[in-house]
């Protein structure tokens, strides 16, 4: 029976879409609410100076919920994590001999901005994996409690690892990091959305998340929240819309040094897009909604009969407590080649993403039981 979450997308009725860690469906919503824009666009006679700030304020408070802040001023509008990384690393106030702590085979966009700022400042990065092979969660979040130390001063890593949903302990890491005097910033782009992601139970001081994925949203956006430790940095740009008293249009030519409150001065430029903001708030507004809940125990439902029967067959799949329910990997057994796995999977309508000798399965609402049983029997079919 297909999912009744399926009605809110327009993905094909064949069609086995197992990949939202590579691209996540627009939902109808979404989609509504961006042709709305574009057209609101086209004649923009009826806008004002309230449109530039009411979709802001609005995704701020929706993105704020759903991770359970309190206060929304500490939301920051992007296009990107790669810009929120250079932001946080702009202000991370780096020095000589400074350790910067990642993970192994992170995504680059949360590593070329440290490696910049590495090199400005003399500080050195420590890349820290797991040091053998699956399953390796348990090992890997060992490794990092013990690469920290009194010169790290900051800890930069997703919330489960985009290659394979390696879970990471945040809990646990950000504890550490505080003990140490180190920054916690988070990548959320392959959780927040999927996995509930509370706020005060990880404290970090920064956590940024594309909009693309998980969130559902368009391309081109993405959303932080920046801790007490970035309230006086210096951001990118100087915009001016993140001055106080920019809503009054008519006073713009009083030029103003000071920012609005919390992590509006973060803001990209032209962040009052008028189509993909509207796009971004309508599946804000389906994820509170759904609830990150709903969707870590559909997919964990969803994903178990699967890993079962994938272990049994000599797939390689990280242990039950350190992977994520929404994203994991299998890793293909001796003397099965990728290419064959991945014509199989095309022939049968099955997509889901292939990295190095690993399939990266990300099932989300919208999939059900049949999807599973189509990329089980795709695998099947290639074994030796």
């Known amino acids: 029976m297909p999912s009744p979450f399926r009605a809110h997308f327009s993905l094909p009725p064949e069609l086995h879409y197992l990949n939202c860690a590579f691209m996540g469906p627009l939902p109808r919503a979404a989609e509504e609410a961006g042709v709305a824009g574009i057209a609101r666009k086209r004649n923009p006679a009826g806008m004002g100076p309230d449109d530039f700030f009411r979709e802001s304020d609005a995704v701020r408070g929706a ?26 690393a702009r202000n991370a106030r780096l020095g000589p001999g400074d350790e910067i702590v990642l993970t192994e085979e992170q995504f680059p966009g949360n590593v070329y901005g440290w490696r910049r ?15 053998g092979p699956p399953p390796r969660g348990a090992r890997w979040n060992q490794r990092l409690l013990e690469a920290m130390g009194p010169r790290t001063r900051v800890v930069s890593l997703g919330h489960v690892h985009w290659t394979d949903g390696t879970r990471f302990d945040l809990a646990a890491i950000g504890a550490r990091a505080r003990e140490v005097g180190a920054l916690l910033v988070v990548d959320g782009t392959q959780s927040v959305g999927a996995l ?9 001081d920064a956590l940024i998340t594309a909009a ?37 249009f008519g006073g713009l030519v009083h030029y103003r040094d000071d920012y609005d409150p919390g992590a509006v001065r973060y803001d990209v430029g032209e962040r009052s897009n008028f189509i993909l903001l509207p796009m971004t708030l309508a599946s804000l507004g389906l994820l509170l909604e759904w609830t990150p809940e709903v969707v870590a125990r559909h997919t964990a439902q969803l994903s178990a009969p699967l890993v079962a029967w994938a272990r049994e067959e000599g797939w390689g ?13 299998l890793r293909l057994p001796s003397g099965v080649e990728p290419d064959a796995v991945a014509r199989e999977l095309e022939r049968r309508g099955v997509v889901v993403s292939v990295r190095g000798q690993a399939l990266r399965i990300s099932p989300n ?10 990329l089980r029997d795709a695998l099947a079919a290639v074994r030796p």
Not at 196 to 204: A, K, N, Q, V, W
């Open 63 to 88: 993105f704020s919920r759903l991770i359970r802040g309190d206060d929304p001023s500490r939301v920051a509008i992007l296009p990107s994590v790669s810009y929120g990384v250079a932001m946080v």
């Open 117 to 131: 700022a590495a090199a400005e400042a003399g500080a050195v990065i420590r890349m820290v994996g797991p040091d």
């Open 196 to 204: 509930p992601f509370h706020l005060p139970e990880f404290r970090p």
């Open 212 to 248: 693309y994925k998980w969130l559902l949203g368009p391309y081109s956006v993405a959303l932080a929240w920046m801790g007490p430790a970035f309230d006086d940095g210096v951001p990118l740009e100087e915009t001016w819309i993140a001055r106080e008293g920019s809503r009054n």
């Open 317 to 329: 799949v990280e242990d039950d407590a350190w992977r994520a329910p929404h994203l994991f990997g």
């Open 365 to 374: 609402l919208y999939n059900d039981a049949g999807d599973m049983e189509a």
